[in-house]
């Protein structure tokens, strides 16, 4: 019989394990988080702001939340079921998701199966009253909603309607999810960007479809008088009544050599859809170029025409006839003995360069609208040129009064890591000098429409990042790019302005709306302020200097510091850069220490902190394991969730995936010796990984078609069972552990925390013996063939993503991986095999004179037609103590030959020839 509501017995569930620290279905919340990436643009929070970078999926933060409210039972199994059942990631949630009336088939892997599925957020109410009757039955609620379910569970829990905390709010993602299903969410940063951001996603998007509707009413007026002032001032159409698209701009210079002056352009290109080339007409006279805009004939014109006068930070040009051209950096004045050069530096009162900068900035083609709709590039005529001179005289008749009335920046340019640019490159030293005449008059008219609507302060912050003079023009698409599609600031040599027209489209950006089912508190304040009460603390911490926030958000600041919706006048208008947890070593984990110290602090006893981390610096890992310690949090659990994307600029690779650290507060006053807490450690991570792996078994024998956990989850979990058995204590030899944590540490130090954990992943990767493999083998093998061998096992699946490679190249402490890699590209990883190895790295390090490279010279030899006898003569020759290892080097041979069998059939051929040699060898 089903509980009612009446008899939801507070507390009841205050004792009860939670769900995420047992288990989580990393593998489907990976593949989710990868579709809700993908979907770009499409993603719910992105149209509030692209800028910001980061903002996790929230499909993962959904999943988050409930994972750290569910109750873990002595059944995990149902657990799991209704955990899948509330996300949609069950076979019914599949087929509810599908457009189409069949489910796809579960024979399919499950990201394939989820390919053209809709996301779980936008099902609504989905689930049928058979799953709520057994999901209350499991879980002895009595919920019709996921809002209802999570107020129950929050009553059983903690005695109310549970409390979200996340003090590095950012984009907003985590509070904006937890409200919308239920939670009440308290969000919290010291960055008024951030805050804005975080009000939009709950004001604009999470509002109600009644006050969308009339957002949307608003907009529309908005954009009609934007539109209404720029056809009064005459900014963008000319006598034949075409209206302008985009402006195509680039810096000039006069050449040393030769004494013309040379447009900047890397490329002449201007659209790859239409062969449009710009082509330098000189001019003798004047010792200039006259810009023609040329449609070529056919692509080999097209290819011949593209070269641009930028090669390599050098200018090249016609008229000069040193192939070699004149370097950049030189033209500035740079020296290798002096941070500065010989640019101009702007005043406040520059709204464009001056004829004798070294740099000028000159309009060289118009890309235009007719009336009836067709798009053509055009070379700039007097008339332009006149209307570009207007405009300047405009903008620097006005510049003073709009500055005064905070209509357009007057703010300087702070130098610092990302800010050093445009006053390095330019010689810009105020934020109004990253933008033309014509782009300073449009951000001021936006500001001057309803300065009192927060929407519309929105809508200005994202204008600013899509019209400024670091919008790159994009030749295949046609378009000027936002500045911040990566997560820098930058300058460049020619840029695209994005003409009133397409800019009223960003006033007109179409927001989702999504109610909120839970209540939310906004505040502007460092994440070590905290002073509320929250029951679960989930948070994406800053990772040391991956994104400098501070500095680029300056960007918006300078324009909405002064002209913002009195919504936002409770925001310190600024970067604060001295409170903002950042930089690396002592500074960084200070002000980490103090954050979660302060989280720790207000945060239910029985409460639980989630922290989503990624960083491919191990030092910043061990930073965070001392900062938890120092907080007074023990790490409970780590799941690994991959979100890698397929881009081939990512080359190398980097690290896509998120880290879901699991921690409770650190109760008793355990201490400890060393050497019995690295015992402790080994049983710990044995435990740990012998569970899981027999969950796998366990699910699979009943029906699942893949794994609850893959190798990276195995091997996390390894690393988060030594954290759990470290973070428990308080003293270690006698040591204040806490102390310890916080005790300034020289470079290059390392300390018995670094040791046990290193230990601790030993122990671990001695646990994940790959299928094939005999366990006293592996035992005996080096770390850097743990590494080639474990990822030969993974390639059979079919994976190619480079972030498990460096997961396990990290676990192995192989240093430099990519040595065994024919490959590192994103999702197109792979291994040498034994003919890409050749006779190179043979003897120089730990794999060239290890067993396993051993057998691969030997199939290497195999390949090139080297007799048996010769084969094996050679092997017996590269190995010391050959006798005792014949059988490993069979035991090599023979996984090898089953794990190529798909992939290189050749060589798998020759691994089986190899080890039956090897054991039918007549000795003596």
């Avoid at 899948?84 to 579960?106: I, N, V």
């Avoid at 996921?146 to 590095?168: A, H, K, Y």
């Avoid at 810009?428 to 000098?433: F, G, I, L, M, R």
């Avoid at 840029?495 to 179409?510: D, F, I, N």
């Amino acid at each position: 019989m089903l509980k009612t509501a009446t008899e939801i017995t507070p507390f009841s569930l205050a004792n009860a394990p939670y769900l995420i620290e047992r288990i989580f279905p990393s593998m489907k919340i990976s593949a989710e988080a990868q579709k809700e990436r993908k979907a770009g643009s499409g993603q719910t929070l992105t149209a509030l702001g692209s800028y910001w970078k980061g903002r996790k999926p929230l499909v993962l933060v959904r999943a988050c939340l409930l994972g750290g409210l569910l109750p873990a039972t002595s059944n995990l199994e149902r657990d799991l079921e209704v955990f899948e059942m509330l996300m949609a990631l069950d076979d019914q949630g599949l087929a509810t998701r599908s457009h189409k009336k069949s489910s796809p088939g579960t024979e399919f892997p499950y990201e394939e199966r989820i390919k053209d599925l809709r996301r779980p957020e936008h099902l609504g109410d989905f689930l049928t009253n058979e799953q709520w009757q057994l999901i209350n039955g499991h879980l002895g609620t009595s919920a019709a909603s996921l809002s209802d379910l999570i107020n129950q569970l929050g009553i059983m829990r903690f005695g109310r309607t549970p409390v979200v905390s996340d003090v590095f709010s950012g984009g907003g993602s985590i509070p904006f999810e937890a409200s919308r299903i239920g939670f009440d969410a308290v969000a919290a940063d010291l960055n008024p960007v951030a805050c804005m951001l975080t009000w939009g996603a709950m004001e604009i998007v999470g509002t109600n479809v009644t006050e969308a509707a009339a957002i949307r009413q608003r907009q529309e007026a908005y954009a009609q008088a934007f539109n209404d002032e720029v056809l009064k001032l005459g900014l963008d159409t000319d006598a034949s009544g075409n209206r302008a698209k985009a402006y195509l701009f680039c810096l000039e210079t006069t050449c040393p050599a030769t004494g013309w002056n040379v447009p900047l352009l890397p490329s002449t290109v201007i659209s790859e859809g239409s062969r449009t080339v710009a082509v330098l007409v000189p001019d003798e006279k004047s010792k200039t170029y006259r810009i023609r805009i040329h449609q070529a004939a056919d692509a080999d014109e097209f290819r011949t025409l593209s070269t641009g006068t930028v090669k390599g930070g050098r200018i090249v040009h016609p008229m000069n006839e040193d192939v070699h051209g004149v370097s950049v950096s030189s033209i500035r004045g740079e020296t290798s003995t002096s941070n500065t050069n010989s640019l101009r530096p702007w005043t406040k009162e520059d709204v464009a360069p001056r004829p004798q900068d070294i740099f000028r900035e000159r309009l060289y083609a118009i890309q235009w609208q007719r009336p009836d709709g067709g798009i053509f590039f055009k070379e700039v005529t007097d008339e332009d040129v006149a209307r570009e001179s207007w405009i300047e005289g405009y903008v620097a008749a006005n510049l003073a009064d709009w500055q005064q009335d905070g209509l357009v920046s007057d703010m300087a340019i702070e130098t610092g890591k990302e800010n050093e640019g445009p006053i390095r490159t330019n010689g810009w030293t105020y934020w109004h000098h990253m933008f033309t005449p014509r782009q300073i008059v449009y951000h001021k008219i936006l500001a001057s429409i309803a300065p009192s609507d927060p929407v519309m302060s929105l809508i200005r912050a994202k204008a600013l990042d899509y019209c400024n003079k670091s919008s790159q023009w994009r030749p295949r698409g046609d378009y000027p790019e936002q500045l911040f599609s990566g997560p820098s600031l930058k300058t460049m040599f020619n840029w695209g302005v994005r003409a009133s027209k397409p800019l009223m489209e960003t006033v007109l950006t179409t927001f989702f709306c999504s109610p909120r089912a839970g209540s939310y508190k906004l505040l502007t304040q460092p994440a070590g302020a905290m002073n509320w009460s929250s029951d679960l603390v989930v948070t994406d911490p800053p990772y040391s200097d991956s994104v400098v926030y501070d500095e680029i958000t300056e960007f918006f600041i300078a324009w909405l510091r002064n002209s913002h919706a009195p919504q936002f006048d409770n925001f310190t208008w600024d970067s604060r850069r001295r409170l903002a947890v950042k930089g690396q070593g002592e500074h960084f984990r200070a002000g980490m220490v103090s954050s979660y110290r302060a989280t720790t602090e207000h945060m239910s006893d029985n409460g639980l902190q989630i922290v989503m981390f990624t960083h491919k610096d191990s030092k910043v890992w061990s930073d965070m394991a001392q900062i938890f310690w120092g907080a007074g949090l023990q790490v409970i659990a780590d799941w690994y969730i991959a979100t890698e994307t397929t881009s081939e600029i990512k080359k190398g690779g980097y690290i896509q995936g998120t880290h879901i650290i699991i921690l409770r507060k650190r109760d008793g006053s355990e201490s400890g010796y060393s050497d019995e807490v690295t015992q402790e450690v080994k049983d710990e991570v044995a435990r740990q990984i012998e569970d899981m792996v027999g969950l796998n078994q366990s699910l699979r024998g009943h029906g699942r078609s893949e794994n609850l956990f893959n190798d990276a989850d195995l091997q996390m979990a390894g690393y988060a069972a030594a954290l759990r058995v470290l973070t428990k204590y308080v003293k270690i030899d006698g040591k204040d552990m806490t102390v310890e944590a916080l005790r300034p540490r020289a470079n290059n130090e390392r300390t018995l925390i670094d040791d046990i954990i290193e230990y601790a992943v030993q122990v671990a990767n001695e646990h994940l013996v790959p299928e094939g493999m005999s366990e006293q083998t592996w035992r005996k093998l080096t770390g850097t063939e743990r590494f080639y061998l474990k990822m030969m096992d993974i390639e059979t699946t079919g994976s190619k993503k480079v972030d498990n490679y460096q997961n396990f190249a990290k676990a192995f402490r192989v240093s430099d991986y990519g040595d065994l890699m024919s490959s590192v590209t994103a999702n197109g990883a792979a291994l040498k095999t034994a003919v890409d190895f050749g006779k190179r790295q043979m003897g120089d390090d730990e794999f060239g004179s290890s067993l396993t490279r051993a057998v691969l010279y030997a199939l290497w030899e195999m390949k090139g037609g080297v007799s048996d006898e010769d084969v094996v003569s050679h092997l017996r020759d590269l190995t010391t103590d050959y006798l005792d290892q014949r059988a490993d080097l069979q035991a090599i041979a023979t996984y090898i030959a089953s794990k190529r069998k798909q992939i290189d059939v050749t060589e798998s051929q020759n691994a089986t020839i190899l080890a039956g040699l090897i054991k039918n060898e007549r000795l003596g």
